[in-house]
């Protein structure tokens, strides 16, 4: 079953992008990804923070010639925790982009500048929040996996730092994160695979129990 689990979800990648791509001509590439999660931390002049982050229906616009990106997403989540405050944020937030640049042509890897906002959402899910934003720049790297031929490609693990600011707080960041459609294959998987092998030894069980292999107990 999990094998049948990350399929489809492959097979989900792969039809958006055969969709996406008939749009655009060849001038550009259009991806999408499922989301992405991942982790890290700000380090502020008066502390620091610990970050964990995750966002839905990534869309990628890369002009084939110059190798220059544009990046969309509808929903990003940010969740701080300040250490010298010792508290949690939490952040949803619904206007996500991004621009980069790959200067180097490497197969599978993105290797650039950016510089990405988030602005407009929910804060701490209490209220709608118009005046919270992130600002960051700096220099990212993917690594990608092709399948189909080398036309469709996964995201396995991406990483960026340099420059954040929060809110007109500076920082300097660095976050890793990874394609969360083949992690939530795994786990879906596994989970399935560990309710299969509780069935089973539950059925064993009661057949040992009560099957006709037991030898039973002789009369006193």
């Given at each position: 079953?999990?094998?049948?689990?990350?399929?489809?979800?492959?097979?989900i990648?792969?039809?958006?992008?055969?969709?996406?791509?008939?749009?655009?001509?060849?001038?550009?590439d259009?991806?999408?990804?499922?989301?992405?999660?991942?982790?890290?931390?700000?380090?502020?002049?008066?502390?620091?923070?610990?970050?964990?982050?995750?966002?839905?229906?990534?869309?990628?616009?890369?002009?084939?010639?110059?190798?220059?990106?544009?990046?969309?997403?509808?929903?990003?989540?940010?969740?701080?925790?300040?250490?010298?405050?010792?508290?949690?944020n939490?952040?949803?937030?619904?206007?996500?982009?991004n621009?980069?640049?790959?200067?180097?042509?490497?197969?599978?890897?993105?290797?650039?500048?950016?510089?990405?906002?988030?602005?407009?959402?929910?804060?701490?899910?209490?209220?709608?929040?118009?005046?919270?934003?992130?600002?960051?720049?700096?220099?990212?790297?993917?690594?990608?996996?092709?399948?189909?031929?080398?036309?469709?490609?996964?995201?396995?693990?991406?990483?960026?730092?340099?420059?954040?600011?929060?809110?007109?707080?500076?920082?300097?960041?660095?976050?890793?994160?990874?394609?969360?459609?083949?992690?939530?294959?795994?786990?879906?998987?596994?989970?399935?695979?560990?309710?299969?092998?509780?069935?089973?030894?539950?059925?064993?069980?009661?057949?040992?129990?009560?099957?006709?292999?037991?030898?039973?107990?002789?009369?006193?």
């Amino acid at each position: 079953m999990k094998k049948q689990v990350i399929f489809l979800t492959i097979i989900i990648n792969v039809f958006c992008n055969i969709y996406s791509q008939n749009i655009f001509n060849d001038n550009f590439d259009i991806r999408f990804i499922i989301g992405n999660f991942g982790g890290g931390m700000n380090f502020r002049p008066d502390g620091y923070d610990f970050e964990a982050s995750a966002s839905l229906a990534n869309f990628f616009i890369i002009h084939s010639k110059t190798n220059i990106g544009l990046g969309i997403s509808p929903l990003k989540y940010f969740a701080n925790y300040s250490v010298k405050e010792q508290e949690w944020n939490q952040n949803l937030y619904f206007m996500n982009g991004n621009l980069f640049w790959n200067p180097f042509d490497i197969k599978n890897i993105i290797l650039g500048p950016f510089v990405s906002i988030n602005y407009f959402g929910i804060k701490n899910w209490s209220e709608i929040n118009k005046s919270d934003y992130i600002f960051s720049s700096g220099l990212m790297f993917i690594l990608r996996k092709h399948i189909a031929d080398g036309k469709y490609p996964f995201q396995i693990i991406g990483t960026e730092v340099g420059y954040r600011n929060i809110s007109g707080k500076n920082s300097f960041y660095f976050n890793i994160n990874l394609d969360i459609s083949i992690f939530v294959g795994l786990i879906i998987g596994t989970m399935q695979g560990q309710a299969s092998d509780i069935i089973e030894a539950n059925e064993n069980y009661e057949k040992n129990k009560t099957g006709p292999f037991i030898p039973k107990e002789p009369k006193k």
